[in-house]
């Protein structure tokens, strides 16, 4: 039996009369890579912070290496790195200040520990530092976004935690910097049995690290798989009448569809290939296309509002 | 261990605020003292007599006030600088990290407010300065003065970590505070201004518990 580290079952979290997070049951197996997607507003921060106890569910629970979010004992904290949204360091403080401060938290890391054992790894810290070219008098303050997303991640990384979480962590870093960043979590990853669930605008950085995806939309979440499994699963078709076009569109897995003159496109899920060449055959399309997509636009088809696939007022004019 | 790192941690960012306090009060008050002593050998030459630190307690009030307004505002400043999860993400419970902000807070009012006026004090005492040497009754008022600040430390601190809006119960905290200063100058005697005081203290510091150990953030 598959041991979860993390374990959400119907959490809710209502603003006001609107949910921000609407019965989310979620399981994920330790040692597994997590990309946590959504559009802005989704609930991914809501979702993340009710996990790790900053909010208070209005129903549902969650738990984080067995233990309930909400009563998260010191102990269990100490084994769960977090990086928050943004990266909000103590401004006033230096590097060295922040490190002191955050290792006091932590077991040291005896020399004698294997490489990948839970505890303040000062040596893995102060060896990021350097390679991301900052110095132990550097105020928090006077770095830059990218910079104190370093400091951040150099700090989430070097207890060694058994379960990182990450918020965006890469929001607002060029692409130089974002590889860096990406390179610390693959070298986490590399110790065995960690577990990752970091969210991400950036669908690139979700293909390149993470080995399941969750996409939230709307506080709910819409697919919880491997990036695999949704790479296969989400198509797009393209399909070329020859004459009329069918009225209605019936096939299984129908997302939502486009009509243009007389071609018809369609977003399927979890449709195979078998089942659109029997429909082609029976609506009399002339030819047909599976469209090759990416696994940005393969999101963006997946979490486009139905029926709100249209121009902006601006592109329609031209 | 832990908590002694929070109180670190937490005594870094005011440490500004306890050197202004030193500055302000014993500058100002070894002015008030000095002022005193020639007001004192003035009034001799009429007969009349003349209260050795009565120029430092308004200016003791303005300090504690001041300082403890200040290290209420960390609480704010957290909240604007969204930096409540990275203190909240440790392994230490709430009640840990409340009590780690409210010791730094207590113990700069006390060492560096506190140790000023207890110099003057002292300096006032030194025999041969004035005729009449300030009472011990005097320095404990001055405490109560301090206490003050305590006083607004938990008003701004529990203004500062409420998520009511600004035009309903948010700034109770503050107001509830001013009260307690006001109802503190009616009193009629010390020990009446010292229950006021307790009582100003204690209440906010139930609701800030409250507030803290079970807000969202």
């Not at chain 1, 996990?51 to 009563?71: E, I, V, Y």
């Not at chain 1, 998260?72 to 590097?95: K, N």
Request: proline share 3%; glycine share 10%.
């Amino acid at each position: 039996m598959a041991e979860y580290v993390l374990e959400a079952q119907g959490l809710t979290k209502f603003y006001g009369s609107k949910p921000a997070v609407d019965h989310i049951d979620l399981k994920i197996p330790r040692g597994c890579v997590c990309g946590f997607v959504g559009r802005n507003g989704a609930g991914k921060t809501t979702a993340i912070k009710l996990m790790l106890g900053f909010l208070k569910p209005t129903a549902g629970s969650s738990r984080l290496l067995g233990c309930d979010s909400q009563n998260l004992t010191p102990a269990i904290r100490q084994r769960i790195g977090y990086a928050a949204e943004g990266h909000h360091l103590f401004r006033d403080a230096t590097i060295g200040n922040l490190a002191g401060f955050h290792s006091a938290f932590f077991h040291k890391q005896l020399a004698s520990a294997k490489q990948g054992e839970a505890g303040w790894d000062g040596k893995l810290f102060w060896d990021m530092i350097e390679y991301f070219g900052l110095s132990k008098k550097q105020k928090i303050k006077k770095l830059s976004n990218g910079q104190r997303a370093q400091v951040s991640l150099a700090l989430t990384l070097a207890p060694n935690p058994e379960l990182l979480i990450m918020d965006d962590p890469t929001l607002g870093l060029d692409a130089a910097i974002r590889r860096q960043f990406l390179e610390g979590m693959i070298e986490l990853i590399m110790h065995q049995g960690r577990t990752i669930l970091f969210s991400s605008h950036i669908l690139g950085d979700i293909d390149r690290v993470a080995d399941r995806i969750i996409v939230l939309d709307k506080g709910v979440i819409r697919a919880n798989c491997t990036i695999e499994q949704f790479r296969t699963a989400v198509k797009k078709v393209r399909f070329v009448f020859g004459q009329s076009m069918p009225e209605t569109v019936d096939i299984e897995g129908l997302l939502h569809s486009r009509r243009a003159d007389k071609e018809l496109e369609m977003v399927l899920v979890g449709t195979a290939d078998e089942k659109i060449a029997e429909w082609a055959k029976s609506a009399g399309v002339e030819e047909y296309q599976i469209i090759k997509q990416n696994l940005e636009d393969q999101f963006i088809e997946y979490t486009a509002p139905i029926g709100q696939i249209r121009p902006f007022a601006w592109e329609a004019k031209q | 261990m832990k908590f002694l790192a929070l109180l670190r941690g937490q005594l870094g960012g005011i440490i500004g605020t306890g050197i202004g306090q030193i500055i302000l009060i014993l500058g100002c008050g070894y002015f008030a003292v000095t002022a005193a002593t020639q007001f004192e050998r003035f009034s001799e030459n009429f007969g009349s007599a003349s209260s050795p630190l009565s120029g430092v307690g308004p200016l003791l009030i303005f300090a504690s006030i001041l300082c403890g307004s200040i290290l209420g505002l960390q609480f704010w400043l957290m909240s604007y600088r969204r930096t409540w999860h990275f203190l909240l993400h440790r392994s230490v419970s709430r009640v840990t990290i409340l009590l780690s902000m409210i010791t730094a807070a207590v113990l700069t009012l006390v060492v560096f407010t506190g140790g000023c006026w207890t110099l003057l004090f002292l300096y006032a005492s030194l025999p041969g300065l004035f005729v009449l040497p300030p009472t011990l009754q005097v320095y404990f008022e001055g405490w109560l003065f301090i206490s003050l600040g305590l006083v607004f430390f938990m008003g701004v601190a529990l203004s500062g970590i409420s998520t009511a809006k600004f035009y309903t119960t948010k700034l109770f905290g503050i107001i509830f505070a001013g009260i307690i200063l006001i109802v503190t100058f009616m009193s009629l005697d010390i020990f009446r201004a010292s229950i006021v005081i307790a009582a100003g203290i204690l209440i906010p510091a139930v609701q800030l518990f409250s507030v803290f150990l079970n807000r969202d953030f």
